[in-house]
């Protein structure tokens, strides 16, 4: 077997300058890991910095606080907390309050959609066992689920078919074949619905918290 003696600082001169001069970009800094190389080395062997996705340098928050972002993200931790924060207080501000007593719509409960019975025995037993509550929510909104056009149904797919499709196909008889579709829809109810958050409303539990904390 024939061995070779490779002499990594030599090879590498011959391929790299022995000295480079980079520039900071605005709102950056250097990598700490690479010290600015953009690579590291593991073993033996060279690859790139996986610290600063090798750039060797690394983007600091958008909000110009100083602190490193996280990639994709534009701006740090520390500040996604803080815009969350206020992005809550601006909803709640402009949100119409309603108390409970007086709302009668469904509750979001996690992922789960709950009514106002099960929502209020929750908080009951989560007052009663000492843990953390929320002392409003948003309400929900209900939207329908199954809405078929049958115009753009077979508009669209048109899309797939000849230059001007469209022009040419005969509509005789989709009015008529809508309004079948449209009585179809409507006999599904609350089968063909979902809900939504809807933050045009906040909850106010404040009376429950209240009457809650009298049974207990």
Known sequence: MVTKIISWRDEFIKLFPENTERKIKDNHKWCEKCNGLGFIRDDNKLKFCNNCRGLG???LCTKMCGR?????FDICE??????????EEELYKNAQKIKFIDY???FFEGENVIDREEFADNLYYKIKDGEDYLTYVYGTTKKQV?????MEVICDACEDGYDDMSDYINYDGVDEIQELIDEWI????D?????EEDYKVVVLLDDLI???SEEI
């Open 146 to 150: 199954i809405n078929i056009k049958l």
């Open 210 to 212: 209240k009457k809650i």
């Open 191 to 195: 089968l063909n619905c979902a809900y």
């Open 78 to 87: 520390e500040c996604g907390k803080e815009k969350k924060i206020e992005r």
């Open 104 to 106: 009668d719509g469904m």
């Open 57 to 59: 340098q690394i983007e």
């Open 68 to 72: 490193e972002k996280k990639y994709p």
């Open 186 to 189: 409507k006999k599904q109810g």
